[in-house]
């Protein structure tokens, strides 16, 4: 029981990490799809035409707020060390009517330029090592080794990637990895732009001078700015800032140099297609240093880096993983998947060094680590009731006294299923005497015709010559009718004692069919049926020619029987051919088969209705013949050739049976 118990809390941790994972993956995902054009304050959009003098101006998506998901603060960084924001025009002017926001932007900007920035120019030890103050040409050799700098060298205490397990607090915990945030399960995206549109969102986004460079300390207090609307267009005319008390939400005016605007005019018809390439690398994570005031899961802040390269220009983009809301998603997973008797805790997110476990955090019964690659996430999994394996012994004794039962009943089901067997035998018996009545039946019909009509030529009663040529006609044919049916009971007679032999030679089955078509042609004629030919293009292929001809002979036989009362009398005989099978296919236009018949009538001795009254499958109330064989047969055969037979409805009304041989050359 323990045992078991243990193995339910592996289980809950496993869903727990796949969870997790399907979150992150979906974050990362959207995050990694999402335009560089977003870590921007203002952007043109992307279906604008490049020809277009006047371009419109957006707010970027990510403005207004610094939380999107597990993203916090996304940010740019230039190739000259400067940081852009999606809330840079806040910042720029001064104090709005959202203090919370300038406040919050400010403070995220500051840490981006005193913990970030150090760690990325390699003033930290151990760190990555990445210049981002590169001249405005970089040489061959730096930019061959772009895709390259952002590489994280890590903590070297940190453990690989993989391990089966870490130790917490002399226990050993379950190792679960989850690669969402890993460069390697990312791809590398190519796109092109516009250059016109590239080159509006430069000037759109020029940096002001208060943005240069901000101090760690001593900036002015927070001034409150208008909320601005994610849709919002930048107005190019002048406008004032100091309306920023105004009801109507105002955008700072950007101000373009004229000598933008002669190259615009001058190039415009040149660069109308002219386009530029977009390289926007995976997001790799970065683990840096913290401020005194924040509480940490992974020893400092995470941050998600991506490379973009638009031609010469080298930039990073990247967001703060938000802590806080990586710590709901794991407790919703947690609470998702947690069985009876179960709780959890994530020791880590209490005041403490992390993977230490409290001493309140006794009656833990299993400890899984969710390993995120850049940092660990302590999983303990605890134990409600500690009386629940005593509880389930219980059950169990109870369980065992129920065995007794069940094995009664087990024994009461034998006897059930030994009634429907002797019911089934009595069934089948009852189909053997059905069957050997209308074999009696279908043996003195062709019978009494031939004795009638070979009396009327002994006693020479026939004069006219038409006449005995028809009463000839029909003895053959009746003869014929016999030898069906005599070579169908003797072939599922061999059939059931496994001494059926077929003879497989290389022919040509549109001629078999050809032939069986001409035999029966007389006999559907008499009936009042034409049968007409559609013989494809089918290749030579390895077939027993007595069986093929059996499949034909008596799938046109059950078409003459079972729609004889049609108004349409044509029956159509095709053959055709794929790359596995060779398909022989009658079609009739008779009432057609039931969806629940379409089985049964394949089995042996199946008939719809008593021999009494001779009632057909296909025909309510209209006598028939037949030995409930014939169908059988063309199922045995069909199987014997590696193939297969089915029933499809005719259009309007009728039945084509399809058999398919498999092609062997």
Known sequence: MEGARLGEFAAVAEQIRQDVKRKLDEFIQTEQKRPYTDYLYYYVPENIVSSQQ??????????????????????QIEPDGNVTTPNDDIEQGGRSLNDGLYAEALSNRINIKNNLLPVLNGTVPGSMKININREAEPSPETRSKVSEQVELTGDKDLKKKGEQGKTVQGQRAKALPIESLQRQAQKTQVIEQQRSVFERNIISNAPSPSQQAIPSSARQPPVPAPPVSRQTQVQTNTQNLDQAESPQTQVPQIQESAAFHDNQQLSAQESQFDTVEIRIEPFVSLVVPGTGDQQLIFNGQVFLLRHVQIEDRHLLQGFQLNEKKLIEAVEESAERFMREGMYFELPQTRNGPPFLLSQESTGVAYTAILDFGFGDLVLSLKEIDPAWIGKQINHLRNWYFSIIGIVLLAVALGLAGLWRSARAQIKLAQKKDDFISAVSHELRTPLTSIRMYSEMLEKNWVKSEDKLTEYYRNMRQESERLSRLIENVLDFSRIQRGRKKYTFNVGDINKCIADVVKIMRPYAAQRGFSIKTELGQVEQTTFDSDAVTQIAVNL??????????AEDKAITVRTRSD??????????????????????????????GSEATREGPRFAGTQTTGTGLGLALVKKFAQAHNGFVEILSAKPTGAIFRVALAAQV
């Open 54 to 75: 006047q371009m419109p101006i957006l707010r970027s998506p990510l403005a207004g707020r610094l939380e999107h998901g597990l993203a916090y603060g996304n940010f």
């Open 556 to 565: 046109l036989d059950n078409a003459v029987k079972y729609a004889r009362n």
């Open 579 to 608: 790359e596995q099978f060779t398909l022989i296919e009658v079609e009739d236009h008779g009432p057609g088969v039931p969806h629940r018949q379409r089985k049964k009538i394949f089995e042996q001795f199946y008939r719809s």
